[in-house]
């Protein structure tokens, strides 16, 4: 009884979310890093701002993710390249309007980014072996 108290006060969290941490990272982390590759080599490179920024974020953030190094900050930066995209996707395509936003996969990936945040890489991270996982266990 006192471990499951223990889990929903969050003592535990970092031990019990090993294995659901590393598959969204991994899955999180895959997608962006093949999204910002594409874009990169096979949509078109332009030199203006946020052209330039957004697909090498998601290509740098999104191989952090993958080995689980700066979790935390990896984590941020992709939901608020998820937070830029959404509007974009919901004017052009079939659903618009403010329902249109739950009807968007990307809400999913907003909302496992969020997760990363405050769960961080897990166990099977860069993150855990060099410090920054190990406090909270």
């Given amino acids: 009884m006192r471990s499951r108290l223990n889990f929903f006060l969050f003592k535990d969290w970092s031990a019990s979310c090993a294995l659901p941490a590393f598959l969204a990272r991994i899955a999180v982390g895959y997608a962006f890093f093949i999204a910002g590759l ?6 078109g490179f332009a030199a203006d701002g946020l052209n330039t920024i957004m697909p090498l974020a998601q290509l740098v ?13 990896s984590s941020a930066v992709l939901l608020l390249n998820m937070l830029f995209a ?3 996707l919901v004017t ?5 309007g403010i329902g249109a936003y739950l009807y968007t996969p990307e809400v ?3 909302l496992l980014l969020f997760w990363l945040i405050f769960a961080g890489g897990g166990k099977w991270s860069v993150d855990y072996y060099i410090g ?5 266990t």
Avoid: C, D, K, M
Avoid at 92 to 96: K, N
């Fill in 38 to 43: 594409n874009e990169i080599l096979h949509v």
């Fill in 61 to 73: 953030f999104g191989a952090f993710l993958l080995i689980g190094f700066l979790t935390l900050v």
């Fill in 86 to 88: 959404i509007p974009q």
């Fill in 92 to 96: 052009t395509g079939f659903w618009t």
């Fill in 108 to 110: 999913l990936i907003i």
């Fill in 132 to 136: 920054a996982g190990r406090a909270n």
